[in-house]
Structures are given as C-alpha cells and as structure tokens.
C-alpha cells in the first residue's frame, strides 16, 4: 500500500503555482485512492514558515487559512489526513536525529536558502554579514522537510518542481540513517505535475510565490473573477504583439501558454492543441494578439478556480470557527500515531526511548 504524503507553508492562501504545481495532484491521489487503497497525509507546515519572520497571531490566522483552502479545492478529511506540522511533534524528533547523519556539505549545496536571502552569486559565498542573517532553520529546513516525510513512511510526495532538490536530499537521509542505524526508513519518490513551475506574473524569470511582497505577481485560488482578469491583463509580457512560444527569450509569453496549456483552453480546436507550443502555433497561424491570449486565458483559469473562494469563506466560518479546529485536531490525531509507529522503531534503532 503506497503512503503519500506533502505539506505546505502557511504563508499566506495559495496562489496558482501551489495549485497546478502540487494541490492538484494531492486531489487527485485523493480521488485515486479510492481505488488503489493508498494512505494520503497531508500537512500545514507551519515549523517551516518561522524559517522566515512570521508575527504570532498571523501565524496562527494562517494556518486556519490554509486549512480552509485545502478544503476548499476538494480534499476531504474523511478520505486524507489533514493536520498542522507542530501538532505532531514526531516531526520534529526525527529532525533532531536525521540532523546528526545528515551531511552540512550536501545542504550548503541547496539552492531556497540562498534565493530566501536573495543571494544570486552561484557559489553562494557568505560574507560575515550573510552568514550571520543565514539562521540555523532555514538552513537545516531541508532535514525537517526529509522528517515530515520519513516519519509517515512516504512512497510517494507530490510537489512543485521546485522542490526536487529537496526530495533528492530527502533520500539520502533516508539511505545515510538506515545505513548507520538499521532498515528503517523509506526512500520516496517524488511525484511532480506535467507543468513546469509556474511564474510570477511581473518577474517572470522567478517562480511564483506565496511569500513576495509584491501581489500582483500571483493569483490566489480564492481570487475573484475581477481580481483574475486584472491579474492576467497586468502581467508583463513584452512589446512584441504577435504570440510565440519562447521560455527563453519571452517568459512573460511563455507563462501564459502554460497556464492556459493546464487550465486546459475551451477554443474549438481543443482536440488539436494543448502543449504550449501547439496553442502558440494556433494562435500564430490564426493572427491572434497578446491580448486574445490573454482573454482566453482569464477563461481557463476562472473555470479552475469558481467555487474555489465560496466554499473557503464556508470553511473559514462553520460552526464560528470551530469546525476547522475539530477537523484539525482530528487529522493530528491519526498522524500522530502513524508517526509514533515509525519513531519507536527509530529510537529502539539509536538506542534511545524504553528497555526492549
Ligand atoms: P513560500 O514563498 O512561502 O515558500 P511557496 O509559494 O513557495 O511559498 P510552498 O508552501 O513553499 O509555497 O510550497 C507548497 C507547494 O507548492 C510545493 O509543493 C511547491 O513545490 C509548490 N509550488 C510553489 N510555488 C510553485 C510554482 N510557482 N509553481 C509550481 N509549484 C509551486
Ligand atoms: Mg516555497
């Protein structure tokens, strides 16, 4: 029986990228265990979101709030494990051990840590004054990412591309721990969407993201129709008019092939175009503008998203709050015994935990 697991940081409601990139496919492995019997989890992982700055009460709003979303593009307690990181302090034990196999050299190499610092030089050589604003958490962040899914005995962790990185170190915790311990932990594999990651919509040579300052480089699931249209109408392309499919020189261009390639388009030739290439030869050879585009792109990504913000505000405000709470504390429950499976074989391994 495969064990799926992935989490999300709860930095702020999701935006497309989170959804094409990682909350689709978890709906649909949820839709897909109900043939194939597999164990789905997944979490809020708020131990993660204080590798950057939070405030306290907005942590905690948050959190809520990713609850509510993940609710409201379809996952469903009573068929996932949906739970907060911190409630299952497992995770953050097997962090501790992981951590005492796991080699800095292998993390130095990680990529997030430097672009979260904004440190573009490719060796990612600290400065004194770097290396002091780089703190202990978000540089070891990957070994609790590999705990969250170790702990649970994931097969299989559905995430955005960005993220494959991670998943690699991952499995060399996995191989460095039972290597020096005993065969315990499972090495996953990584489960990533068709798409490749989507981009901010005013920078588009970076990734999509929940915790940028700027809001007019995402859309939110929970966004209204309006907030979609001028969303797409803002986002930066070029002077050129005509439509062309160019990753390399025309991003902005690129990145809204690509939505419009997963959202899936509604034009005629539906049977004849889906790859980002082929929707730009069809809008090429019919002399369509930049603006046609992206018209057809507001289409597509509204008839993913409509319904998406009702059923978030339902959520949010069932029962004045307390239904999310219930089916929190419900989901930590079933996770907190699956992790102890795991760790009380971890620990007998180490030497730790009571006398056999
Ligand atoms: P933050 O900026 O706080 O890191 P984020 O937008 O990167 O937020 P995460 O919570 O770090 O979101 O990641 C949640 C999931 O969404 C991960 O599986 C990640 O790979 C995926 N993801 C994030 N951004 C994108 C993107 N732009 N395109 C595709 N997938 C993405
Ligand atoms: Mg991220």
């Not at 989890?41 to 609850?67: G, N, W």
């Not at 962040?141 to 097969?155: E, F, G, N, S």
């Not at 809008?283 to 503008?289: D, E, F, I, M, Q």
Request: proline fraction near 5%; charge should be neutral; include cysteine.
């Amino acid at each position: 029986r495969n064990v799926v697991f992935s989490g999300i940081q709860p930095t702020g409601v999701p935006h497309l990228g989170n959804y094409l990139g990682a909350l689709r496919q978890w709906k649909r492995l949820q839709d897909e265990a109900q043939l194939t019997g597999d164990k789905l989890l997944f979490s809020v992982v708020d131990l993660h979101a204080i590798t950057m700055p939070q405030e306290a009460e907005a942590l905690r709003i948050q959190r809520r709030e990713m609850m509510a979303a993940l609710l409201a593009i379809g996952l469903d307690p009573d068929k996932s494990t949906l739970f907060f990181q911190s409630s299952v302090p497992q995770h953050a034990e097997l962090m501790w051990i992981l951590s005492c196999t796991a080699s800095m050299g292998y993390l130095g190499r990680m990529t997030q840590w430097k672009s979260k610092l904004q440190i573009n030089n490719k060796q990612g050589d600290l400065s004194e004054d770097a290396m002091t604003k780089l703190k202990l958490g978000l540089f070891s962040y990957p070994v609790l990412q590999a705990a969250d899914i170790l702990v649970h005995r994931a097969t299989h962790v559905p995430v955005g591309d960005d993220q494959r990185q991670h998943l690699e170190f991952a499995r060399e915790c996995a191989t460095n721990f039972n290597a020096t311990y005993k065969d315990i932990l499972i090495a996953p594999e990584t489960v990533t969407a068709p798409s490749p990651r989507v981009m901010s919509l005013t920078h588009p040579h970076n990734k999509m993201s929940k915790s940028t300052p700027n809001h007019r480089s995402r859309i939110l699931i929970t966004a209204r129709a309006e907030e979609v249209r001028s969303r797409i109408a803002g986002a930066v392309t070029d002077s050129l008019n005509a439509v062309t499919y160019e990753p390399d020189l025309r991003p902005g261009v690129a990145n809204l092939l690509e939505l419009l390639s997963q959202c899936g388009h509604s034009g005629e030739w539906k049977e004849e175009a889906s790859s980002p290439q082929q929707l730009a030869d069809r809008y090429a050879t019919a002399g369509a503008t930049l603006k046609d585009l992206k018209a057809d792109v507001v289409a597509a990504v509204w008839r993913e998203l409509d319904g998406v913000r009702g059923r978030y505000l339902d959520f949010l405000n069932r029962k004045g709050g307390k239904w999310l709470d219930e089916i929190e504390a419900e989901g930590a429950e079933a996770a907190r015994e699956n992790a102890e499976k795991t760790m009380r074989r971890v620990r007998h391994a180490v030497g730790l935990g009571p006398r056999p």
